[in-house]
């Protein structure tokens, strides 16, 4: 018997399991597809916190797992003897027009503060990033120190074998004992849409790619909507698509291909990078776009860890800490607008 039967191996079940062994109890995972096979083992990694600006709990309980994230990695790498390719090395942008230049420090003043003296939010010139940077009109940039990288695959493999060692069981097929979370991705969402009988979230595609281009000490980048995120292995990530409405969930096609022409063309810096692999999966995203935590409506013993969509990994660290308290100890720490019953 066990403690805890943590339906998926993505990244919310994963980490899910590692704060229940953390608190002593006993965890089986069963997933028919493996560690990582969905959504979670993609290639990009950005771990980006949301704008200093009206601030609301999302934002806290993000900023919070952020704060986590570098003692949280460096245990499981530990432990695990491999890398998660976690590195807290901040993040470019460009500011375009003088409105992006009078928000971009308006934020200034709101980071030392809601971001708790922990990170920064600055205005640098864009010569002071020695050529690694996105094109910048104004000839300026925002850095920032709290955003993070990570390999999502690299990650939850090295989460899966720290798992292991702890004692847990990582399993494609099994029975289900003791309290059952489901952290199934798209598809718990559609069971859940199912049983309530309303839209509880939906899947959003995305497309990447890895390119062998070693920027591996700088900082990841973003504009137009395309992240450039440099692994600890020497690879780097660029992505992604964001398709509500999709054919095959698990190719990639010519959408992709348009976002490696905008990289590009933003970042002429890649141009010589040879593309290493493509990479599409479907992300769930909850109704409520925040992720979905907390007790099973009317199912006695199940819990919900579900709708990372793109911050999943960045929620991890604590999303896994308050379904734990909550599964094992009754006490429940999750954010209002976080809950099943809040996308009804």
């Not at 403690?3 to 191996?9: E, Y």
């Not at 309530?196 to 990447?208: D, L, S, Y």
């Amino acid at each position: 018997m066990v403690d805890v039967t943590i339906m998926g191996a993505g990244i919310f079940g994963l980490s899910v399991a590692w704060s229940c062994l953390q608190k002593g109890a006993t965890v089986r995972v069963i997933d028919p597809h493996g560690v990582a096979a969905g959504s979670s083992g993609g290639v990009v990694g950005a771990l980006a916190p949301h704008t200093p600006e009206r601030w609301e709990p999302k934002k806290d309980f993000q900023l919070e797992s952020l704060l986590m994230a570098e003692a949280y990695w460096a245990e499981i790498e530990t432990i695990s003897s491999q890398s998660s390719g976690y590195g807290r090395t901040g993040r470019l942008q460009p500011i375009l027009d003088e409105h992006g230049r009078n928000l971009a420090e308006e934020r200034i003043d709101q980071a030392r503060e809601l971001w708790r003296g922990q990170a920064i939010w600055e205005i640098i010139p864009a010569n002071q990033a020695d050529g690694w940077a996105p094109q910048s009109p104004t000839g300026y940039l925002v850095h920032d120190t709290l955003s993070a990288r990570i390999h999502p695959r690299q990650a939850c493999t090295a989460l899966a074998v720290a798992i292991r060692a702890l004692g847990a069981e990582i399993v494609t097929e099994g029975s289900e004992e003791g309290s059952i979370v489901w952290a199934t991705g798209l598809a718990g969402l559609e069971t859940l849409a199912k049983e309530f009988e309303k839209p509880i979230g939906n899947g959003v595609k995305g497309q990447a790619m890895l390119l062998d281009h070693d920027a591996r000490d700088r900082p990841q980048l973003f504009a137009g909507g395309i992240h450039v995120i440099p692994h600890a292995d020497g690879t780097t990530g660029i992505g992604s698509t964001s398709e509500r409405y999709y054919g095959s969930p698990r190719e990639t096609d010519e959408l992709l291909e348009g976002v490696y022409e905008r990289a590009l063309e933003a970042f002429p810096v890649l141009k010589n990078a040879k593309v290493l692999s493509r990479w599409a999966g479907v992300r769930p995203r909850s109704k409520s776009r925040a992720p979905m935590l907390g007790a099973w409506p009317a199912r006695g013993g199940h819990y919900v860890a579900n709708g990372g969509f793109k911050i999943g990994f960045g929620m991890a660290p604590r999303a896994g800490q308050v379904m734990a308290d909550l599964v094992l100890e009754g006490r429940d720490d999750i954010p209002e607008g976080f809950r099943v019953i809040d996308n009804f």
